[in-house]
């Protein structure tokens, strides 16, 4: 993935991770690039009726999406969405302060800005990032994840400059199936690859 974006060094971009996962692939093609890792907290609100199903997305700079059209056909109340979505508001703010002890993201405008995930299923948490990555006018925004949903490919493709995904299959059923190991990252093992990241 890293020798796919090595031709925008010469732009001095900005690598940019969701965490936590995506920190992990982000820290490898920083270090590639040696070029400066950033990280971007967004948070999926899951339904209230099974949380691994997204129906939304919340960013930092008070980015919220939601998925209409999910929430009308399974029912679910404004309340019910409110209510998932200030837990998730909580927890993303938990993840600033522990990962940038508060501090205001970088300052993108003018950047070229490479935003890395470890893998998109529903692709609702990437826009929610690429949303709140475009207020701050940004040169040019890439999308980089080793594999991509091809559906959702096709809608991040429509916000991004260019999208890099090494594999992008019809029916992803499971992000990990394409990884030989895939823990769960812990908030410590986030903590000591920025650190890493900055001594680079």
Known sequence: LAKQILKYKKDSPIIVALPRGGVVTAFEIAAELKA???????????????????????????????????????????EDVNM????????????????????PISNFKDRVVVLVDDGVATGITAIAAIKAIMSHGPKKIVFASPVCAQPSSSLIKNEVEEIVCLQMPDDLEAIGNYYEEFEQITDEAVIKLIEKAGKL
Do not use: C, W
């Open 36 to 78: 400066p890792l950033e990280i971007l907290v967004v948070r999926k609100i899951g339904s209230p009726l099974n949380k691994e199903f997204g129906i939304g997305a919340i960013a930092e700079g008070d980015v919220l999406i939601l998925n209409n059209t999910a929430i009308e056909m399974h029912g679910i109340e404004e």
């Open 84 to 103: 998932v979505a200030g837990q998730e508001l909580d927890e993303l703010q938990r993840r600033i302060t522990l990962y940038r002890k508060d501090q």
